[in-house]
């Protein structure tokens, strides 16, 4: 099954693709959109444009696992994605992810502004590969 997968940001949204069968993850792209049906609109594409069959929302709960006020706006976004498109939808514990992201990309060679556009990309991907692990 090929996937989806979605950091959700107020500012940035960043996406990855994989399949479970590969076990293969590429970060994809980072939306530059602000929270609303323009980035519904967006995620819906890269839905259909990567011919995924189901979305992981990376959820970020709190380091106790509680959850507050951004993992209840990843359910929002979730749910309002869900009545826009007709695949499964998954949550996936986030902790950490932006952390690894930065990790990889520690001694690139990039500037502090290309790591910041790139992030967010990673950081789903992690979030995949988190959900992927927990699948098998």
Not at 36 to 62: C, E, H, K, W, Y
């Amino acid at each position: 099954m090929r996937y989806l997968a979605i950091d959700l940001g107020e500012k940035r949204t960043g996406l990855a693709v994989g399949d479970d069968v590969s076990q293969m993850v590429s970060p994809l792209k980072v939306l530059e959109i602000p929270q609303g049906n323009t980035l519904f609109d967006a995620v819906v594409a890269s839905i259909r444009d990567t011919d995924s069959q189901a979305v992981v929302v990376g959820l970020p709960v709190n380091m106790d696992g509680s959850e507050g006020a951004a993992a209840q706006a990843a359910r929002r976004f979730g749910e309002g994605l869900a009545m826009r498109c007709a695949v499964p939808l998954y949550f996936q514990d986030e902790r950490l992810t932006s952390y690894a992201a930065d990790q990889r990309m520690a001694r690139s060679g990039r500037t502090h502004k290309q790591k910041k556009s790139l992030r967010d990309a990673l950081a789903a991907a992690e979030i995949l590969w988190d959900f992927l692990d927990a699948q098998a």
